[in-house]
């Protein structure tokens, strides 16, 4: 009985290898002449007229169908406060159940914000505050903040890697701890450099988490990417993540070019690229 089981469990096991083997042949076969078609129907001109065609009307009915939604949402009383009335609801409930944090709607506002160490710890919590303006900085609010930095403890100020931020409509003013406050005539010059890609990783973490970075903070002479400009940056998205020093930043410019940020790197925006800088 054992000798007959014997057997049969071993012919289901060469069955079995020779049926992997025969798939695994199969496969690479169908594969081959698979991406072989495919190479010779791409270089076919009329399949790439086609494609062509099909792509152009896609596009062609996206804009058209954005076009019509638009004059609806434009002269139409009923589907205007109908679409109002459901993006504040969506929004609404973003804010009611989202993990992650918010600016806010006004626009005008600053920030102060750093690094706060969680107690028996490696990480890090963010600590911020805003303040709500009426219009842009004002010279006496420039100097109070000014008073404050210079009686503080400077050694602790950099430390916790403290940062200023002040949103002026779509622009935003970010600099760190070793400030100097914008003259309020001046109007903020626009960088030319614009970030493709940010991503955030840690050695603890199974993925990278992509950060948001606003075009209106590519303005000439802000420092981003700081250790508290990074904090800040994953306490405003919804992902889970690990912080403390030993993560890295990957960005990607508007040229392609690649570098790799450190918890001892920031970079300060210039007029046509960014410079990194060591804290």
Partial sequence: ???ELFIIYSNIQVA????????????????EKTGQACEVICENPNFQYFA???????????LYIED???????NSTAIKTVVDCAQWTIEQYEILFSRSRKEPEAE??????????????????LFEIYEILQKSMTTE?????????????QSMIKKNDLIFLMKSKEHYKVIRYNMVFPENDLEPIVSECRFLSVTYSHPKMRGPVELNIPVG??????????????RRCLAYQNQSFVYDMDYKVEVIDQDIKCFTLTSSDYVKVGLCNVEVKQT
């Fill in 1 to 3: 009985m054992w000798t």
């Fill in 16 to 31: 079995l290898h020779i049926t992997l083997n025969f798939s695994w042949t199969a496969g690479i076969f169908i594969y």
């Fill in 52 to 62: 062509g065609y099909v792509l152009w009307t896609y596009c062609k009915t996206v």
């Fill in 68 to 74: 019509c939604a638009k004059q609806a949402y434009d």
């Fill in 108 to 125: 005008y506002w600053m920030s102060l914000c750093s690094l706060s160490r969680v107690p028996l710890s490696t990480s890090f919590d």
């Fill in 141 to 153: 609010l420039q100097q109070s903040f000014a008073n404050a930095f210079s009686c503080s403890d």
């Fill in 217 to 230: 903070m590519m303005i000439v002479g802000n420092e981003l990417l700081s250790r508290s400009f990074i």
